[in-house]
């Protein structure tokens, strides 16, 4: 098992910056990979962010290559998803995911593990 949570959500400006992190506990394996979604209220789950664990390899969407970034600290066990100049289209809870085979993925499905999520809300 393994447990992830989630923080730094809250109200940001559009056109401004916010840095959510996620720690993992419990079992930990050396090739899982981290990601991030978000849901909108009435939308599907979306796919923002993924990264390796042990190589740091990472993958975006087109929707926020070049202003989201997925650092991590393997001594810490976190990693943080930064985001730059938010758009109001982007306030959701924002999700964080563990998949225990080390290949990127942006399928919501293939992610075993979740966290409670964090709400992020951009006004325009």
């Known amino acids: 098992q393994v447990q992830l949570v989630e923080s730094g959500g809250g109200l940001v400006q559009a056109g401004g910056s916010l840095r959510l992190s996620c720690t993992a506990s419990g079992r930990t394996f050396s090739n899982i990979v981290m990601g991030w979604f978000r849901q909108a209220p009435g939308k599907e789950r979306e796919f923002v962010a993924a990264i390796t664990w042990s190589g740091g390899s990472t993958f975006y969407p087109g929707s926020v290559k070049g202003r989201f970034t997925i650092p991590r600290d393997n001594a810490k066990n976190t990693v943080w998803l930064e985001m730059n100049k938010l758009n109001s289209e982007e306030t959701a809870l924002y999700y964080c995911?563990?998949?225990?085979?080390?290949?990127?993925?942006?399928?919501?499905?293939?992610?075993?593990?979740w966290g409670q999520g964090t709400q992020v809300t951009v006004s325009s």
């Open positions: 995911a563990a998949r225990t085979i080390g290949s990127l993925s942006s399928t919501d499905s293939s992610y075993a593990y």
